[in-house]
């Protein structure tokens, strides 16, 4: 069997164990090119690139939110429909230490410590998603039905 020609992160086991179908997608990573820089070097829309974010509440209890890559999060309304008091980005090395994953490689998928994962509600209308494979400079296409793997929260937090 030969070596595949992209990375086998703990993103891509996870895939894998789950049966989930994914293309593998590498792109030169520039720091700070978010999901603009992917898009763009990949052709795909950016409203389909899906970003992994790691927040924490007032406890400082980690929660990751799927997100649109033209879109931000309203950390408010979030905190409201959760039920918190305030949500907040965990730090660069929390983040780490939680998922096990690079701030800019973090995928929602083979994260290190269990965390949940809310999802806004409009990316389920998408017929593919590119999100994070677990480095970064790579993302996997798959559909938005992988993402049930991970019994996400639907959450309608975007603006």
């Not at 999802?119 to 017929?127: A, C, F, G």
Request: glycine residues 8%; aromatic residues 8%.
């Amino acid at each position: 069997m030969s070596k595949p020609d992209y990375p086998v992160t703990a993103a891509i086991r996870f895939l894998r164990a789950h049966k989930i179908d994914f293309i593998p997608m590498l792109y030169d990573y520039v720091e700070h090119g978010g999901t603009a820089e992917s898009a763009a070097q990949l052709g795909v829309p950016e409203h389909q690139v899906i970003k992994t974010i790691v927040l924490q509440d007032e406890h400082k209890k980690g929660l990751i939110v799927l997100m649109h890559g033209d879109y931000q999060i309203s950390t408010r309304n979030l905190a409201r429909q959760l039920g918190k008091k305030h949500i907040e980005p965990a730090d660069a090395a929390q983040a780490n230490k939680w998922t096990g994953f690079l701030v800019g490689g973090t995928s929602p998928f083979g994260c290190k410590s269990p965390l949940p994962v809310y999802v806004e509600k409009s990316i389920w209308d998408l017929e593919t998603i590119y999100i994070n494979g677990g480095k970064r400079g790579f993302l996997v296409a798959v559909s938005p039905q992988a993402l049930k793997s991970l019994s996400p929260t639907e959450v309608a937090v975007a603006v």
